[in-house]
């Protein structure tokens, strides 16, 4: 479909088929939420080149090459097939102007005959015994080693582990972070923390109010943010330093003191920047540089709470492959925000069209990328956010994958189908995500749920990218799913097993005012009475064992059951289009971890999922 030379698409076709145009008043909103003045005018050239490796790429003429490694090479019309991978920069001697080099290897690393089954879990669900009020990464860890060890799983799928801001009240959804580049400080094991054990710090008090949040089911995360931060500032002020801290800072530079230097002030000035004292509104200014220096010890703790948290969830991956989950962006009054306000546009959100399950559309509410400001900072933004989420991880399931052709922009005071597409060269993104998956090692799975254009899932299997195939969506037999694929019965965003078989996920739609596809629902129920050959009035536990067994015939590389399912639960993580009707990412598996590993039905899937890898 064409595009102005801004991105910004000339209009849609939805899942039926029906064209939509960008209309006038949509058009002119998201230019000026670009910062384009003259829609005519392409924007000027980016100082970047991306290039696969050995790719031949003309030069204009004679270039200086500093590679990443210092190495600096005289190069004259054009590069040398073997400049390795990585980012470098070229100065060109004609007129001194510099560019940045991407060399990629084109698609992502997938390690041959790779066949695994894991579990797709939320983690601040998973509680155990130990745990204050949330599933935290020491949980993680002992999934981790249950499920490898003992079930025979290759890998887990877990919720975004990412940033919140340190004020109250904490934000609920993983898919609305602070900052894609760091983790949340809920899920550090205050127990695991260096000086926990001093025998002149008493966490008793803490610990025990703490665990008796586990008493009831729904999360109270502010509850927890209390508990856990009065701990960590105890143990803070008790901390003798130690070199892997420096090491840690150092690595992480700029980025990580910018970071801590927003947490500290938004304890100060409250969770919004844009509300903050103008002198403090962008991380570059000469008062923000004064706060950082006159607070130095809370911005180190906001360091040090990070470097913590980096050691638990290394800790967690060292049993497994721990695959993460990449949020499609970022809140607008968070860190990254407020760190990258020059590349995101203003005044516009993401989202996505109206679709058979989200007949209203959806609107996520961040901020996008604009297409060219962000290649003009030679996708360092990007870069950042990949490398991070990367970090001791073996996999990435990346949100909304499709954002990386084109993304739904939304005007502010409208609703989702007056929203319009915009598009991104993806190739680059592509490229980025390749060379980020070889050097960390890493499974990369692109989730292509909803309105996909064509060619987009082509894309993705020539870079060895993994799709989705929901049985929910697909209308084959999983024995006819695609190998290059990871194949699932739903996500944390759909109908759970025992939700649509007991019809509870159907009421409790209409019960938070939605508008659900009613038919489309009770279709679906019927097609997986059909499929799994059970009868209407089966047990739920039959059901989901019997749904699985059908799954475990796909072909595709990785196979998920949600912990949701294996224990036959009826609720959905997220019922999307609802923010105060529901409470959404908080509701605690009705289980610990404890009972999990002792109860009878997730053993029995995971059997059902293990015996598919042992044939």
């Not at 949100?399 to 060269?425: E, K």
Request: glycine share 8%.
């Amino acid at each position: 479909m064409r595009a102005d030379a801004w991105g910004l698409v000339h209009g849609y076709h939805d899942m039926q088929g029906t064209w939509h145009e960008t209309s006038p008043e949509t058009r002119s909103a998201i230019h000026a939420a670009m910062g384009v003045t003259s829609s005519d005018a392409p924007p000027d050239p980016a100082p970047i080149r991306v290039v696969h490796l050995g790719e031949a790429q003309p030069l204009s003429g004679p270039a200086e090459l500093t590679l990443e490694d210092g190495t600096v090479l005289r190069v004259d019309g054009a590069l040398p097939p073997d400049v390795p991978l990585g980012y470098h920069a070229l100065r060109f001697l004609a007129d001194g102007k510099t560019a940045r080099l991407i060399v990629s290897p084109g698609s992502c690393l997938l390690p041959p005959g790779l066949r695994a089954w894991g579990w797709a879990l939320q983690l601040y669900a998973l509680r155990s015994a130990a745990s204050w009020g949330i599933g935290d990464l020491a949980d993680l860890r002992a999934l981790a080693r249950w499920s490898a060890g003992e079930l025979g799983a290759g890998f887990l799928l877990v919720n975004p582990l990412v940033a919140t801001t340190p004020t109250t009240p904490q934000q609920a959804s993983p898919y609305s972070p602070s900052s894609r580049r760091y983790l949340n400080p809920l899920y550090l094991r205050i127990e695991e923390v260096p000086g926990a054990t001093h025998a002149g710090l008493d966490l008793d008090a803490l610990a025990t109010a703490g665990r008796a949040l586990n008493g009831v089911r729904q999360i109270d995360r502010d509850a927890v943010f209390r508990l856990k931060t009065a701990a960590l500032e105890r143990l803070w002020a008790r901390f003798p330093g130690d070199p892997g801290f420096e090491r840690y800072c150092a690595d992480q530079g700029k980025a990580l003191s910018e970071f801590a230097t927003f947490c500290a002030l938004a304890e100060s000035h409250g969770p919004s920047w844009r509300a903050w004292p103008v002198e403090y509104r962008r991380p570059d200014a000469p008062a923000v540089a004064r706060f950082a220096a006159a607070q130095a010890a809370r911005v180190r703790f906001h360091q040090w709470l990070q470097w913590l948290l980096d050691l638990q969830f290394a800790r967690a991956a060292a049993g497994i492959r721990l695959m993460p989950d990449l949020p499609v962006g970022v809140h607008p009054d968070g860190a990254d925000a407020w760190s990258w306000q020059d590349v995101l546009a203003q005044g516009v959100s993401v989202g996505s069209p109206p679709d058979n399950f989200n007949t209203q559309g959806q609107d996520w509410g961040l901020p996008p990328f604009v297409p060219h400001k962000l290649r003009a900072a030679c996708y360092e933004p990007f870069v950042q956010t990949i490398r991070a989420a990367l970090r001791h991880a073996g996999g990435l399931r990346i949100d909304h994958i499709m954002g990386f052709f084109r993304l739904f922009w939304i005007p502010w005071g409208t609703l989702p189908v007056h929203g319009a597409y915009v598009r991104y060269l993806a190739r680059e993104l592509l490229a980025i995500v390749a060379l980020e998956s070889h050097r960390a090692g890493a499974v990369i799975v692109g989730e292509d749920l909803g309105t996909v254009e064509p060619g987009v899932r082509e894309e993705l299997v020539a870079r060895q990218i993994l799709s989705i195939r929901l049985l929910w969506f697909e209308q084959e037999a999983p024995a006819r799913y695609p190998s290059m694929a990871l194949a699932a019965v739903t996500t944390h965003d759909l109908p759970t097993i025992a939700g649509l078989w007991s019809g509870t996920d159907l009421q409790e739609q209409y019960a938070v005012g939605l508008q659900p596809n009613e038919a489309g629902t009770r279709a679906l129920r019927a097609r997986l009475g059909t499929l799994t050959g059970v009868p209407d009035d089966a047990d739920v536990r039959e059901v989901v064992l019997r749904t699985h067994r059908l799954l475990a015939e796909a072909p595709s590389t990785l196979i998920t059951a949600t912990l949701e399912d294996a224990l036959a639960i009826a609720e959905r993580p997220n019922m999307p289009g609802t923010s105060t009707e529901r409470q959404n990412w908080s509701l605690a598996l009705p289980v610990p971890l404890e009972a999990l590993q002792a109860h009878p039905l997730p053993r029995k899937l995971a059997g059902v999922l293990a015996r598919r890898e042992a044939t």
